[in-house]
Every structure is written in C-alpha cells, then in structure tokens.
C-alpha cells in the first residue's frame, strides 16, 4: 500500500495523455503528472515517487523532492497566511498547511519555523506543527557510545547547540566542543558522546578518535566562531598583532592554525582565517 507523505516504490499500471497511473493498493490507482513522469517510463515499470494529497485531498504521485517527509523536522518559510492557517513552502507545488491551532505563536508570511511533518488521521493530509515539544523525547534513548546519529539544530544556548537526534529526541553540543558556526535548521552527523542518568543525551561531532584539537587551537577557534567565523589575521600578520588578538607568539599561533587546517577545521585566506 502507497504510504501518504512518504517515499514509495510503485508499478505503472497504465498511461494516459496527462500522465500515468500507479498501483497504490488500497489507494487504487494514483495519478501522476505528465510533467513528472520520467522520460521511456512505461506500464510495468516500478517508479520512486513521493505521494501526497491534491487541492481536492485525492492522492497523487510526483518526482519533485520536498524539504521533508512524514516523521521529519524542517526549517521552513511561509509563503502565506490565511483566515485558516498558514501555508509553508516545502519544495512540491501544493504548500504545507498549518493550522493554527499548531502554532506556537502566529506565524507570519516570510518568517522561518522549524515544523514537524505528519499525517493527519481526520483528513489524510499531510500537514506540519510548529509545537514540535510534544513530537519529541517520547520513547526511551537506547542509543551506544559513540553511536553514529543524523543532527537538526533547533538553536544555541549558554551551553550550547541543541539538536534533534534522528528525528525522535533533542541532544545538546555543548559549545566547548564545537569549532564552527551552526544554524538552526542545518542538517549534521554526529555522535552520541553519551546518555545520561536523566535520559539527555550529550553529543559531539566529530568521529571517535578523531584527533584533539589542543588548548591553543580551541581557543583560537573559539575567537573566529565570536567574530562570525572570519579573522583579519593570519600566518603573515606580525607577532604584535598575533599577541593582540589571541595573547600567543608568532609561533604558537603558526603551529596551531596550520594544524586546524590540516583538520580542515579552517582555510588561510590571504585577508585572514575563516572558519570552514
């Protein structure tokens, strides 16, 4: 059976001059659009489609990619708002609708919310909620040290960077550990550094066993992090004003930037350092 708001392998069942249909089991025959149907595509053939609902809530079948599917979190941009709800582009020719009720606050045309994608059981439409607390943290972490994990960071606090841990729980990277600018929305691995006690889950970003970066080096990062990822100063800057900005020699500070670059943390551009 087609899941609605999902990724489907489906069979062509047979061609029309404005598309073709496909075996969605208990959806009976889905429509897809003469302007999604692959080139040579013929009855028999099996075809990777995302389904979801027409304007007339009927399901339908495209090879356009949205932003997200049914059981994920995205940072998206509202294209409208109405006198029922708002409406947010995700990357397919029908919006995504938001009623409402599942707003946090009222949601304006051009703002960015971070909305969690699902399947409303009255309607059958897949719809988003910008409420995403109550979608989260709702089954115990079983996760393994040094588990690796798919990350969506939701924001930055005093301690850190929180993120969503494979679309089921919220995980913190605490700042001491990151050494490049995050934003809310991005999508990054990373690893479970651990579970604690109260079920939180603690995370880092690079592999295990990845090389330390050393006190100077964090230190220097976390400079260009506080200046927007971008410094004025670089190995052929002189040692006053190498001394001015991180408090080390000439030196110390060669060393140091020459080996984030090797960890292709930073690039040395002639102007100065910048954060990759």
């Not at 061609?15 to 009976?28: A, I, K, P, R």
């Not at 897809?32 to 149907?37: G, I, N, R, S, T």
């Not at 409208?80 to 397919?92: C, E, M, Q, Y």
């Amino acid at each position: 059976m087609a899941e609605i708001g999902k990724y489907n392998t489906l069979r062509v069942v047979k061609e029309v001059d404005f598309g073709v249909y496909l075996d969605g089991g208990t959806h009976g025959e889905i429509l897809m659009p003469a302007k999604y149907v692959p080139a040579g595509c013929q009855p028999g053939d099996e075809v990777t489609v995302f389904v979801y609902t027409d304007s007339e809530d009927r399901p339908i079948c495209t090879t356009e990619t949205p932003l997200a599917t049914v059981g994920e979190f995205a940072l998206l941009r509202v294209k409208s708002v109405t006198s029922i709800g708002a409406f947010l582009n995700w990357g397919l020719l029908k919006d995504l609708f938001v009623p409402f009720n599942e707003q946090k606050a009222k949601m304006r045309e051009g703002g960015k919310y971070l909305v969690y994608v699902y399947l409303d059981d009255e309607s059958g439409r897949v719809v988003a909620s910008a409420k995403i607390e109550k979608f989260l943290d709702n089954v115990i972490p079983t996760y393994e040290i040094n588990q690796e994990v798919s990350l969506m960071v939701i924001g930055e606090t005093d301690l850190g960077y929180t993120a969503i841990v494979n679309n089921l729980h919220t995980g913190l990277l605490y700042a001491s550990e990151v050494f490049e600018y995050l934003e809310p929305g991005q999508r990054i691995t990373g690893y479970v550094k651990k579970v604690r006690e109260d079920e939180k889950i603690d995370l880092i970003l690079h592999k295990p066993g990845y090389e330390k970066i050393d006190k100077i080096s964090s230190d220097i990062l976390d400079v260009i992090r506080k200046n927007g990822g971008f410094i004025p100063v670089n190995d052929k800057s002189d040692a006053e004003m190498i001394y001015d900005t991180f408090g080390i020699s000439k030196k110390s500070f060669k060393k140091a930037i020459g080996a984030l670059y090797k960890q292709r943390l930073i690039v040395i551009e002639a102007e100065g350092v910048r954060l990759v």
